[in-house]
T-cell receptor
Framework: NAGVTQTPKFQVLKTGQSMTLQCAQDMNHNSMYWYRQDPGMGLRLIYYSASEGTTDKGEVPNGYNVSRLNKREFSLRLESAAPSQTSVYFC????????????FGSGTRLTVV | AQSVTQLDSQVPVFEEAPVELRCNYSSSVSVYLFWYVQYPNQGLQLLLKYLSGSTLVESINGFEAEFNKSQTSFHLRKPSVHISDTAEYFCAVSEWNRDDKIIFGKGTRLHILP
């Protein structure tokens, strides 16, 4: 099915380890996003990319880096994981016009111990 | 900047009873409004949207929402809920001149009681 694919689905890291969350979309959308979801906090935007080669900070960018490798792929990197980064991470893609809203991946559940 | 407030973090309701999930927004310009649904252990899916025109919008599974500009609200309703409606529901808003940036509320968890 067309959509947004995230890998891995689950990950456990030790404090200080690094890892990259992968996201790929096959819908030829320009804009892509990374959110984190925490209980009672809803979805908070970490970074977004309005087009290939551009990235911008969202609400909670500290501790993360992103890379828009090409139009399909948008990765999120944790350089030195901390327990506060334990969360569920969602990637999303967006296409004009706004009637389509966002298409979300199924999420990555990350635990930092 | 726009913002979204979902007034209830959890709503318990008996099966086959009606439900209303409340959402208010703030913005200085015209907006687009959305409701997304997240079933357990899944990502978010678009449930319905208001872009323009008729203020009452409907989804394929019996939900409806009404855009009320004077009250800056976009409440979600269903006349009779089913156990399969158990999920978290997110209200979201984007501004017409920045429609690629959607702001989400904190979500309302709908619990269906047997």
């Amino acid at each position: 099915n067309a959509g947004v694919t995230q890998t891995p689905k689950f990950q456990v890291l030790k404090t200080g380890q690094s890892m990259t969350l992968q996201c790929a979309q096959d819908m030829n959308h320009n804009s892509m996003y990374w959110y984190r979801q925490d209980p009672g906090m809803g979805l908070r935007l970490i970074y977004y990319s309005a087009s290939e080669g551009t990235t911008d900070k969202g609400e909670v960018p500290n501790g993360y880096n992103v890379s828009r490798l090409n139009k399909r792929e948008f990765s999120l990197r944790l350089e030195s994981a901390a327990p506060s980064q334990t969360s569920v991470y969602f990637c999303a893609a967006y296409r004009d016009p706004p009637s389509h809203g966002y298409t979300f991946g199924s999420g990555t559940r990350l635990t930092v111990v | 900047a726009q913002s979204v407030t979902q007034l209830d973090s959890q709503v318990p309701v008996f099966e086959e009873a009606p439900v209303e999930l409340r959402c208010n927004y703030s913005s200085s310009v015209s907006v687009y409004l959305f409701w997304y649904v997240q079933y357990p252990n899944q990502g978010l899916q678009l449930l319905l949207k208001y872009l323009s025109g008729s203020t009452l919008v409907e989804s394929i599974n019996g939900f409806e929402a009404e855009f009320n500009k004077s009250q800056t609200s976009f409440h979600l309703r269903k006349p009779s809920v089913h156990i399969s409606d158990t999920a978290e529901y997110f209200c979201a808003v984007s501004e017409w001149n920045r429609d690629d940036k959607i702001i989400f509320g904190k979500g309302t968890r709908l619990h269906i009681l047997p």
